[in-house]
C-alpha cells in the first residue's frame, strides 16, 4: 500500500460515503475495457472515461493475441468470436531462422491470433456496454485527489464543461502518456530504444511464401503478417533512417524497408494507414498508490518485438478486476492485502516482458560481430534443446506465467489451470460466471479452505469426470490455481 494513503478506514465504513461510480475507469483501450467489462458483469458500478470521441477509428499498433490471452477470453465467452476476425499462425519465427512450434503449447489455442487491436477492442466494448458499464467519450482526467474511502475526478467533458465525479476506486489505463500516472507524481524510469519505426496496413501483389515473414539486415529488418482479409500489417525498421515520430511516412519508405530485409516488397500498395513510432521500455515502481491503480502501457510499456504490449495489459485487467470486485462486495477477510497483491503478482510479470521483449529486439537488431554471434548460439539454443524452447514458448504466449504460491496452498497454487474438461462443462466455461470454481472428487463436498483471499458468496462448484481424481482444487476467477488439497 502507498504511503501517501496515511489515513484508512474499514470497507464498512467506506461504504457509507457517497460516490457516483464504484469504480471509474481512466481509458478505454483493450486493458481499460476488458477490467470494465469484468466489473459490471460482477454487478460492480462502472464508469468508462475516454478521451477519444465516441466513433473514434482506431488503426493502432497492435495485432497479436497470444494464447494465455486467447483463453483469458475464452472464460469470458469472446475468443471464438475473436478467432473469426483473424488468421491463425502456428509457428512463430525468431531471428530469420528458428521456428518456434505453437501447435505445442498445452491449451486449444496453440496458436498465434492475427487480427488487429481494433477488433479486440470492439468485443470487449460490446461486452462491456452490454454489461451496463456507463461511458464517457470525449471526456479528459485533469486531475484527482483521495481520501480514505474516495477518489474525487476532476474532468473536462466534450464541450469543455467541468465535470467532477467521485468513486471508491479509480483505475488509469491511459496507455503510456497517462494522466493518472502524472496526477500521480509517479515516476517511469526507462528509454527509448528504437527510434523511427514505421507501419502500415496494405494489400500485396504477391503473397509471402511464409505466412509471417521477418527477417534482418545489418541495417534494416521487416515483419509482415496478414490479418486473413486481405490485408497486411507490415512493420519496418533501417538504421539508416533514424527521424522523429513527426516526419512523415509514405508507403515508397515502407517499400525500400523492405526490400532491405527481404529482399521484396511483394508489390505493396493501397496503403490504409501508415505511422511511424518510437519505442520505449518503461516501468513506473508502483502500480498502486491508495485507491489508484495502473494497468497496461500506463504501468508498462515495451519493445513490439514479441507483441506483449496489448497481452500484458490484458492479463493485468483480468488480475485486478476479481479482487476489485471482492473487496466491493465484502468478501475479501482483508481487502488491503489482496489489492496489494496485484502489485506483487502483475509487477514482476511486467518486468519480464520488459526484458524478454527488449531481449528479442536486441538480437534482432544485431550488428556487430559480438552481437550476431551471441543470437546465432541464442538461435541454436533454441534450435537445439527442446526445453529452452518449450520455455521460450510458454513465455511469448503466456502460458507460463505464474505468481508466487500462497502459503500452505498446494504446489500449484500460483499456477495456470489448465482448460480441463469437467462433469459440469469445460473449465473456462464455468469461470463465465466470474466467481471462484471449486473443483472437487465425485461424492465429495469440500469447503474452500479458510485460508482463501476471499470468503465467495457464489462459488462455483465442479467436479472431476475422471473417479481416480482425489484432489480438490480452488480455481481464482483469472484462472490461476489458489489452493489444492495435497
Known amino acids: 500500500m502507498s504511503t501517501k494513503e496515511t489515513d484508512h478506514t474499514n470497507d464498512t465504513q467506506a461504504n457509507t460515503s457517497t460516490t457516483d461510480t464504484d469504480v471509474l475507469v481512466i481509458g478505454a483501450g483493450p ?7 469484468d466489473l459490471a458483469a460482477a454487478g460492480i458500478d462502472v464508469t468508462l472515461v475516454e478521451r477519444r470521441p465516441q466513433g473514434f477509428s482506431n488503426m493502432t499498433r497492435a495485432f497479436g493475441v497470444h494464447a494465455r490471452t486467447l483463453e483469458q477470453l475464452d472464460a469470458r465467452g469472446l475468443a471464438d468470436e475473436l478467432l473469426a476476425t483473424g488468421t491463425t499462425l502456428t509457428t512463430a519465427r525468431l531471428f530469420g531462422r528458428v521456428d518456434l512450434d505453437l501447435t505445442r503449447l498445452p491449451t486449444r489455442f496453440n496458436h498465434l491470433l492475427v487480427t488487429p487491436q481494433y477488433e479486440v477492442e470492439r468485443l470487449l466494448e460490446h461486452r462491456a456496454a452490454t454489461a451496463g458499464v456507463t461511458f464517457r467519450h470525449g471526456t479528459e482526467l485533469r486531475g484527482l485527489r483521495q481520501d480514505a474511502a474516495t477518489v474525487t475526478a476532476e474532468l473536462t467533458g466534450p464541450d469543455g464543461t467541468p465535470l467532477t465525479l467521485r468513486a471508491r476506486y479509480l483505475v488509469g489505463t491511459d496507455g503510456v502518456r497517462s494522466s493518472v500516472r502524472s496526477t500521480l507524481g509517479l515516476p517511469f524510469p526507462g528509454r527509448s530504444v528504437i527510434r523511427s519505426i514505421v507501419l502500415a496496413d496494405v494489400r500485396l501483389t504477391e503473397q509471402p511464401a511464409d505466412t ?4 534482418g539486415s545489418e541495417d534494416a529488418f521487416t515483419f509482415i503478417a496478414p490479418f486473413g482479409d486481405g490485408w497486411y500489417r507490415v512493420m519496418g525498421w533501417t538504421r539508416t533512417r533514424q527521424v522523429p515520430d513527426s516526419e512523415p511516412v509514405d508507403l515508397d519508405e515502407i517499400r525500400e524497408i523492405t526490400r532491405r530485409a527481404l529482399g521484396t516488397d511483394h508489390g505493396m500498395h493501397d496503403a490504409r494507414w501508415i505511422s511511424r513510432f518510437h519505442s520505449d521500455e518503461r516501468q513506473t515502481p508502483a502500480y498502486r498508490v491508495g485507491r489508484v ?10 519493445s513490439p518485438a514479441g507483441g506483449q504490449g496489448m497481452n500484458t495489459g490484458l492479463q493485468d485487467a483480468a488480475n485486478l478486476s476479481w479482487k476489485l470486485t471482492a473487496a466491493l462486495r465484502g468478501e475479501a477477510p482483508d481487502p488491503e492485502a489482496l489489492l496489494d497483491s496485484y502489485q506483487s503478482e502483475r509487477h514482476p510479470v511486467g518486468a519480464m516482458a520488459l526484458r524478454n521483449s527488449g531481449a528479442l529486439l536486441r538480437l534482432a537488431m544485431a550488428h556487430t560481430p559480438l552481437t ?16 529452452a524452447s518449450a520455455r521460450a514458448l510458454d513465455m511469448l504466449s503466456g502460458i507460463g506465467i505464474a505468481y508466487a504460491p500462497a502459503p500452505g496452498a498446494g504446489r500449484l497454487s500460483g499456477r495456470r489451470a489448465p482448460d480441463v474438461q469437467l462433469r459440469e462443462g469445460r473449465l473456462h466455461e464455468l469461470l463465465r460466471q466470474g466467481e471462484f470454481v471449486l473443483i472437487a472428487p465425485q461424492g465429495a463436498t469440500p469447503a474452500p479452505p479458510a485460508t482463501a483471499p476471499v470468503t465467495p458468496k457464489h462459488l462455483v462448484r465442479a467436479t472431476w469426470q475422471d473417479p481416480t481424481k482425489r484432489t480438490a482444487v480452488l480455481v481464482r476467477p483469472d484462472g490461476y490455481v489458489h489452493w489444492t488439497s495435497h
Open 31 to 37: 486493458t481499460g475495457l476488458l477490467l470494465a467489462g
Open 212 to 215: 509471417f515473414s521477418v527477417n
Open 293 to 302: 491503480f495502473l494497468a497496461g502501457d500506463a504501468a508498462h510499456v515495451h
Open 372 to 387: 550476431r554471434t551471441v543470437r546465432a548460439l541464442v538461435a541454436r539454443l533454441l534450435s537445439t534443446v527442446r526445453p
